[in-house]
């Protein structure tokens, strides 16, 4: 591995097992920026967004996952978990994280 790519390895962090998160569920991970809800659709993929609805600051974490999307569980906005965006009529953007499954295991850029 050359420099380059050795200081952008740097920058993702191991959060554990895709089989850690629920299917159709999230496990939250602490940080500086808060906390971030990592979710696993039906399909194993996996996703990242800060756990705080662009509403009124519901846990996205305690949502429902469905194909691609959350619903919020205190209002059930829906929230996009590839782009972080709400589905209209709604407006806003959960602030969305970079991830990443090499060899099963779950990689966080924060």
Same mark, same amino acid.
């Given at each position: ?32 920026? $808060? ?6 659709? #039906?399909? &194993? +993929?996996?996703? /990242? ?30 929230? $996009? ?6 589905? #209209?009529? &709604? +407006?806003?953007? /959960? ?16």
């Amino acid at each position: 591995m050359n420099a380059p790519e050795k200081a952008i390895m740097n920058e993702w962090i191991n959060v554990g097992a895709v089989e850690d998160i629920p299917r159709l569920g999230a496990r939250v991970v602490q940080s500086a920026h $808060g906390d971030i809800a990592v979710f696993r659709n #039906a399909d &194993d +993929e996996v996703f /990242a967004l800060l756990d705080k609805c662009p509403h009124k600051g519901g846990p996205l974490s305690q949502g429902i996952v469905f194909g691609r999307h959350v619903a919020c569980p205190l209002h059930n906005w829906n929230i $996009g978990l590839d782009d972080g965006k709400a589905v #209209a009529p &709604d +407006e806003g953007c /959960a602030h969305r994280f970079a991830v990443k499954v090499v060899d099963q295991q779950v990689f966080l850029n924060i």
